[in-house]
């Protein structure tokens, strides 16, 4: 018993430091630099795209003059960028299992918060993108955690009008699933606030079950909405880019390179805009992803062979979305569905008895996202999030166990807004509650600890050249 | 009460200010349309989008200006290129409309499509308070456009010895490659070196790809570069005929699909020629 | 309370009797551009005149090539000569303009009824440098067989640019505001003339023996200004006294 704690709580930490090893998120100023551009014409505040820059990044990175092509550019035009964030942050944990007494651990455990703070900077993302051709573009971006060690977020060849069409363009590679809400390009940066809970998450009965399963279970097969995935997406869009459409086939891997699963993840989304008056463009819009996960490996000698996962079982997600303007104040909306199956629910192979009377879990999430812009170089931005679980794997378990409740709030000052480079004072602050997912103390009878609230305070220049 | 009587003064003194600001804010409007479009909310969109190349004054001197190629607009001087009134003449609130919209081929200014009528609208009011033309003339009513004539052989017959009567071919060139002997001598109205149009090798023109757009280019003139009106010298059933002969110099525009509404033409079928493919 | 309702009141008042003023203002702006108060008065008047020199050695034309348009070239049989600087005996600068530049006041000058032509004959303008007034009809004639195109470069007025081809009736247009333009045909890039245009009649284009004449000037303080294409501005002030004939020199200097 007290091993599979041990692992959950090590399981939730290295959650932790996966989810605070921030999405890189998409700016760039080498577009500006090509196209004499201020970043206020393709972005709302950078990152986050209006609508001539949705527009843009539809059409492939082209503007349609005739000028897109890279025989255009002057030979010295390098197409690169990079983004990273010198900052300042405090985190803090509340209800942290820690020894009484430090280094005798003999002598019983309490609850204690645990707040750390100083100067630190963040991963580092070095982004290439532009057009190959016309009509033909790519994108590659590698990115670097705070240590240094470096991975592709992103890499891929993009063709657009196709048959002479806009509704048909192909993208090939490891890219953002196209959705109306983009985690790569939110306005929070902190570990707390810098993603979208229900874009991430994981039943808390899941996540324990898995931390406690023999490494021949599959370990992660986490499906995350804002995470990067390898595969190929068909899509279009209107000539205002009103109407938008996705649909891509994955490989179900979540975007790990060199690991084909041997099985497909399918996507798509389609949103639609409507100019409203004065008060601009409305757009809602609906996805879904249904996908499959092995549950096991086939072994050899004992040891899993990584490619050969088997035992799939299946998981979906579906969701509405909705960009809401009113004049200077706009609304972000996301609602997910979320269901697992029960094999992947409890992290049981598909070739072992279920644990009995486990349910496939299933979940509800949302957020409203604020953001005042009171002008493109000032920005106030706001987040409510909820995911309250709608059924638990085991009836008898707690109605609120791994139910979150997450608030952000901070503001963006851009002091100049140019075409060549961006420059951004951020600061925030995020608070995260999680129903029931602190770690029971060794004494505890209940297999379920208190809520663990995780707060940060972040202050950065988050800056792109 | 002295409290009250200090509040009192200062809102005096606000509502002045605002009285004073409002004259200028909403000086300018546009109608496009049923739209009507403010220059006080074209104001914020055109930091937003406009301003760096076109600059904070309107005069085309932002500051990305020394790196484009041709120049940004001056909206000063009031001058511009695509209008369907005469030469010399203000563009109608729907000429500005239409070039926001559309963008200028082969430049830097793209289609500002993506932001809604009302947007677009709108930067069209602010752009016009940056010219006394605006509030000191009015635009005249557009050039009448007659419909269209058939594209047959005799018509670009005509339109080619017109071509060569009323000296396109100077700066066109003969072949319309842009290399005629006036060609390299060409500055725009700010002393800018501009190559005339190669029909040869663009599919779109500055002010439009469709027939008509082509026929007011020739009528109203490009204004603030070499470009003249033709609204003098040719009747319209000519400016048709010129039309249709152009049509015949551009060879990218797919000339498989041309032929077949030229032959359709011939047998008498009035289709407009050179749908152009985006 | 009672107080801050009558500041109000006032504070509504007074931005009212503001805009009121300002709408006022305008349109007396506009009543002074249409009507004309002033007329030329003749009585009294004075006279300036004198000539425009080129100081140094007589420059030499340069020699135009007209073999982009046949249809130029065939017009004429000797060499054509670029007009940017004429010059007649003793330095004499032809085809400088001298005029008030300052000094009128408020005085305003209706236009003359009859038109000014500007001709184009034999690829080059007919004159050179054409004084007008602001109002004035200006007709733009082509004598050529060849098709021009008549554009002038203004700063302070609308731009335009017409074709002309051959055998085509005058084009009529007129320009609101005072400014010397440059006029170009762009299809015949060595076509090159100006267009001045003034508020007043006090202006004089001068001829091959560099002479010009100012009539009827009223006395006054005046700044007066020679503009010559190439060689640009000189600048003099004169008062001139009632009945009074003055001469002026400008010297420009290569």
Redesign the interface.
């Known amino acids: 018993m007290l091993l599979r704690l041990r692992a959950a709580v090590i399981f939730i930490l290295v959650l932790g430091v996966v989810l605070s090893v921030r999405q890189p998120a998409h700016a760039i100023p080498a577009f500006a630099r090509k196209y004499d551009l201020p970043c206020s014409a393709c972005h709302e505040a950078w990152p986050k795209l209006n609508d001539f820059g949705i527009a843009f990044r539809d059409r492939g990175y082209q503007l349609g003059n005739e000028k897109d092509s890279p025989i255009w550019q002057n030979p010295s035009y390098w197409p690169i960028t990079f983004r990273i964030t010198p900052e300042w942050h405090r985190e803090s944990s509340s209800n942290q299992v820690v020894d009484t007494v430090p280094g005798n651990p003999a002598l019983g455990q309490i609850y204690q918060d645990v707040t750390t703070h100083g100067f630190d900077f963040s991963g580092l993302d070095i982004w290439a993108a532009g057009t190959l051709y016309k009509d033909i573009s790519f994108s590659v971006l590698p990115s670097a955690d705070s240590s240094g060690s470096f991975h592709f977020e992103n890499v891929f060849v993009r063709f657009d009008n196709l048959f002479r069409t806009r509704w048909l363009n192909l993208k090939l590679g490891k890219f953002e699933l196209d959705n109306l809400v983009s985690e790569k390009r939110m306005l929070f940066l902190s570990s707390n606030g810098g993603f979208y809970q229900v874009y991430h998450y994981t039943p808390f009965r899941e996540v324990q079950f898995r931390a406690s399963n023999p490494p021949i279970v599959q370990f992660n097969p986490v499906f995350g909405i804002g995470d990067n995935q390898l595969g190929v997406e068909l899509s279009g869009h209107s000539e205002n880019s009103y109407a938008r459409y996705s649909v891509a086939l994955l490989s179900s891997n979540e975007g790990s390179p060199g690991l084909p699963n041997r099985t497909y993840d399918w996507w798509a989304s389609f949103n639609q805009g409507f100019a409203v008056g004065k008060l601009g463009v409305q757009r809602v819009g609906a996805f879904a992803f249904f996908g499959q996960r092995p549950t096991f490996f086939n072994t050899s000698f004992g040891s899993p062979v990584l490619s050969e996962g088997l035992g799939n079982k299946s998981l979906y997600r579906a969701g509405l979305t909705g960009l809401f303007y009113i004049k200077k104040v706009d609304f972000s909306t996301v609602f997910v569905h979320g269901w697992d199956n029960v094999f992947l629910g409890t992290g049981t192979a598909a070739n072992a008895p279920l644990p009995v009377g486990a349910r496939g879990p299933t979940w509800n999430g949302g957020f409203v996202e604020t953001h005042f812009t009171y002008s493109p170089q000032l920005v106030f931005v706001q987040r409510n999030e909820i995911v309250r679980m709608s059924r638990q794997v085991f009836r008898t378990d707690p109605r609120d166990l791994g139910d979150i409740d997450a608030f952000s709030f901070g503001l963006r000052y851009y002091p100049f807004m140019f075409s060549r480079a961006g420059l951004a004072l951020h600061t925030e602050y995020s608070l995260v509650r999680s129903y029931k997912s602190a770690s029971p103390l060794p004494t505890s009878t209940s297999p379920f600890g208190p809520d663990l609230r995780s707060s940060s305070v972040f202050i950065g220049l988050d800056f792109a050249f | ?1 002295k409290h ?2 200090m ?3 200062f ?6 200010l ?3 600001v409002g ?1 200028v804010i909403f000086a300018q409007e546009s109608h496009i349309g049923g739209l009507t479009g403010e220059g006080s ?1 074209g104001k ?1 969109l055109y ?3 406009c ?3 076109h600059g904070p004054l309107g005069d085309g001197r932002g ?2 200006a020394p ?2 190629d041709p120049k940004p607009r001056d909206f000063v ?3 511009f290129k695509c209008r369907s009134t ?5 563009p109608t609130d729907e000429d500005l409309y239409k070039s926001v919209t559309r ?17 677009r609208a709108d930067l069209v009011a602010y752009v016009k308070t940056f010219s006394s ?1 605006f509030r000191e003339e009015k635009p005249p009513s557009p050039l009448s456009m007659p419909s269209e004539s058939a594209a047959n052989q005799q018509s670009i017959q005509s339109g080619n010895e017109l071509y060569q ?3 396109c071919w ?2 066109h060139g003969k072949e319309g490659r842009g290399d005629g ?2 060609a390299q ?2 500055v725009d ?1 700010r002393g800018y070196p501009i190559p005339p149009y190669d029909f040869s090798v ?1 599919t ?1 023109f500055k002010c439009g790809e469709s027939n008509q757009d082509l026929y007011r280019i020739l009528m109203t ?14 009747t319209p059933a000519q400016a048709w005929d010129v039309v249709h002969y152009i049509r015949t110099l551009q060879m990218n525009v797919k000339r498989k699909k041309q032929t077949a509404e030229n032959e359709k033409k011939d047998r008498g079928e009035s289709k407009p020629v050179g749908a152009q ?2 | 309370m009672r107080t801050r309702i009558n500041y109000l009141k006032i504070g509504v008042t007074a931005a009212l009797v503001l805009l009121t003023a300002h709408g006022a203002g305008t349109r007396t702006l506009r009543a002074i551009g249409t009507s004309s108060e002033a007329r030329e008065d003749t009585s009294g008047a004075a006279t300036l005149s004198g000539i425009v020199k080129l100081e140094g050695s007589q420059p030499v034309a340069t020699r135009i090539n007209m073999a982009a348009d046949p249809a130029c070239l065939k017009m004429h049989s000797a060499p054509v000569m670029s007009e940017e600087v004429a010059t007649g005996t003793n330095g004499a600068l032809k085809d400088a303009i001298v005029y008030i530049s300052d000094g009128l006041g408020n005085r305003t000058f209706d236009p003359p009824t009859e038109p000014v032509v500007f001709e184009q004959k034999g690829c080059t303008y007919n004159p050179h440098i054409l004084g007008m007034r602001a109002r004035q009809t200006l007709k733009v004639a082509n004598s050529d067989p060849t098709t021009h195109n008549i554009h002038p470069a203004p700063q302070n007025n609308r731009e335009w640019n017409l074709s002309q081809p051959p055998g085509s009736s005058p084009i009529e247009e007129s320009f609101a505001r005072e400014e010397i333009i440059p006029v170009k045909c762009n299809v015949h890039p060595w076509m090159k003339g100006y267009i001045a245009v003034f508020k007043h009649p006090y202006f004089a284009i001068t001829t091959k023996d560099g002479t010009f004449d100012l009539k009827n000037v009223p006395p006054g303080k005046y700044t007066i200004e020679a503009w010559h294409e190439k060689y640009g501005v000189l600048t003099q002030k004169v008062t001139l006294e009632t009945n009074q004939t003055r001469t002026l020199e400008f010297v420009f200097k290569r």
């Open positions: 009460m009250n009587r509040r009192a003064h809102t005096g003194i606000l509502v002045l605002f009285a004073g004259q909310r914020q930091r937003r989008y301003v760096g190349c500051e990305n790196w484009i001087t009031g001058t005469p030469t010399g003449a203000l963008g200028f081929v082969n430049s830097n200014m793209p289609s500002w499509l993506p932001l809604t009528k009302q947007q033309s009567k009323m000296n100077s700066c002997p006036s001598t060409l109205n663009g779109r003139g490009l204004d603030g570069t070499p470009m003249p009106s033709f609204a003098n010298g040719l493919p985006e």
